[in-house]
């Protein structure tokens, strides 16, 4: 399993679960900050990580299993928004303007839940097989 805009590369699954259960490194927020030109309080939102809870977590080094799995869906949605897209700067745009797909709804601001990921995801796949428009 690989996630290309953490860095993360796993040979199976349950490595990837243990990975998460160890809490991901603070520097895969770094990462996916980066990946999505957000600023670290837009990204903390949007993962639903508190501001000083964040904090601790870099004097730690570590995030919570909690907190590793909402940045280890985000970074889906974005691969695949890369994918489908054909350019990490195309799925940025598309990511932060309204979809059609969703109501009107930001597709980044949408992934703060597990069904509006979920969601999202269903979208990039109707886009990719030309089945609806962005």
Do not use: C
Not at 84 to 110: D, F, N
Request: charge should be positive; aromatic fraction near 2%.
């Amino acid at each position: 399993m690989q996630i290309h805009s953490l860095n993360l590369k796993t040979e199976t699954t349950d490595q990837m679960i243990a990975q998460l259960r160890a809490g991901l490194p603070t520097d895969s927020f770094d990462q996916l900050r980066q990946g999505l030109n957000l600023t670290d309080n837009a990204l903390a939102k949007i993962v639903q990580i508190p501001k000083r809870t964040l904090d601790r977590r870099r004097a730690a080094g570590r995030l919570s299993t909690d907190e590793s799995e909402r940045i280890l869906r985000l970074a889906q949605v974005l691969d695949m928004a890369i994918d489908v897209m054909g350019s990490r700067e195309k799925a940025e745009g598309w990511l932060k303007k309204p979809a059609r797909g969703l109501g009107g709804k930001i597709p980044l601001e949408y992934t703060d839940t597990q069904l509006g990921a979920l969601e999202v995801i269903a979208l990039l796949g109707r886009i990719d097989h030309g089945i609806f428009p962005g």
